[in-house]
């Protein structure tokens, strides 16, 4: 039997008996470098080395600051004051919910964060409000989405860190796709307020607005001074990490005064528990990446499609229903680190842009988000609400089919993705 052969077979065995995708890429991955020369000195070695990067250093940053936002009331002050300007509007708890997701995700980098931190909040409103519970969880779960295509986004950092490209870049390329599925999420929620008559909140004072705009106007900063910094080259994107984490907790410490020394160790573990995860995928990937690049799966895989003279679009066809078959079984840094170093080479063949091939992936990442059965979002909407899965899923569908046109539309119009990274 071929290494390459027991390394999927192997690998597919242990994700169907639930053990963790760290461990299944990495048990894997040695088994099949067994077969071939090898040391395991050579796998620590690359396992240390592919951490070793100041690219990936930006990941526990965001993570941090998203988890300080959601427990020091910075998320909490957000809502109130946008739910001040448009929650009387008819919809208008629907749209606060998705602009909330929205901002959240220009802090954070994280989808399941995005949707823990602005659904434990907005789903009970929604309900109280008249909306129905099942279409609260799905439009949480959509929209949390959001997190991992705004930048800046842990996923296009970990795609920046394979495909050798900038940050920035990236980051810039995410901006207006970003803002097409908000705008189209709206849309589609304000229609559907509209029809099924969902209520409406009183209509506040224009003082009260005020009020409430200046007390969460220290969160409506964030994301412009992590976004700011960035493309003003004042700082890296791994310094905006860092500077959006300080600028944090003096916020919740000082200003709001909400963030005491046990919510503090709660920042502190969730922040290490979720960024041990995602090193621990990155680490066994890199190892992952060792056998194929070994073995010339990516360069065989190449060659095999520039032989068989496959159309460019029927390409783009065949990955994103790969992805989509993924997305039901992988997590999303799972898949980009798998799948991306083999793809790259193929890329160059059919003339795909990069950048742009990194957004039409982070799209089909939000959909594997909102796929069953391993979906990140259904299970903490599920966590959140104390519901079935599956009901999370029936009120997710509708926005599914958003997220699919959006993909569509990114596809067909590259320049969406690339205008601002020239």
């Known amino acids: 039997m071929s290494a390459v052969l027991v390394l999927f077979l192997t690998f597919g065995i242990l994700c169907i008996i639930r053990v963790p995708i760290a461990i299944s890429l990495g048990l894997s991955s040695i088994l099949a470098l067994s077969m071939v020369d090898f040391t395991l000195y050579t796998v620590i070695q690359k396992m240390f080395n592919s951490l070793n990067s100041s690219t990936l250093m930006a990941i526990p940053g965001f993570i941090f600051a998203g988890v300080i936002m959601s427990k020091g009331g910075i998320s909490n002050y957000l809502i109130e004051a946008l739910k001040s300007w448009i929650g009387h509007v008819r919809g208008g708890l629907a749209v606060v919910t998705i602009l909330a997701c929205a901002i959240f995700a220009a802090i954070s980098g994280s989808s399941p964060a995005t949707a823990a931190a602005i659904g434990s909040i907005m789903i009970p409103g929604m309900v109280k409000a008249g909306y129905s519970k099942r279409y609260a969880m799905g439009l949480v779960a959509a929209s949390g989405t959001l997190g991992i295509l705004i930048p800046p986004s842990i996923p296009l950092i970990i795609y920046a860190s394979v495909a050798e490209e900038s940050v920035g870049k990236l980051f810039a390329a995410g901006i207006i796709p970003g803002i097409l599925l908000t705008v189209i999420l709206i849309t589609a929620a ?3 307020a509209r029809i099924n008559n969902y209520g409406q909140l009183p209509k506040e004072s224009m003082t ?39 600028y944090g907790i003096i ?11 046990s919510k503090f160790r709660e920042v502190v573990k969730e922040s290490i528990n979720v960024t041990a995860m995602i090193f621990l995928i990155i680490a066994s990937a890199m190892i992952f990446g060792m056998f194929l690049t070994t073995e010339q799966v990516p360069q065989n895989f190449a060659t095999w499609i520039q032989e068989s003279s496959t159309n460019k679009w029927l390409f783009i066809l065949g990955v994103n229903l790969m992805f989509f078959v993924l997305g039901m079984f992988l997590e999303s840094v799972a898949i980009i680190l798998i799948i991306l170093p083999i793809l790259l080479p193929v890329l160059a063949i059919f003339n795909i842009n990069i950048i742009h091939f990194a957004i039409i992936m982070t799209i089909n990442m939000e959909l594997a988000m909102i796929t069953p059965p391993v979906g990140l979002n259904l299970f903490v909407v599920s966590g959140i609400t104390r519901e079935k899965v599956g009901e999370v899923v029936k009120g997710v569908m509708p926005f599914f089919t958003l997220i699919v046109v959006t993909l569509i539309i990114v596809i067909m119009f590259p320049q969406l993705s690339l205008m601002l990274t020239k």
């Open 190 to 192: 304000i229609i559907h």
């Open 208 to 246: 009260v607005r005020l009020q409430k705009t200046k007390k969460a106007i220290w969160g409506f900063l964030l994301p412009v001074i992590i976004l700011g910094g960035i493309y003003s080259g004042m700082v890296t994107p791994t310094e905006a990490a860092f500077v959006s984490c300080l």
């Open 251 to 261: 916020v919740s410490v000082f200003i709001y005064k909400e963030l005491s020394i």
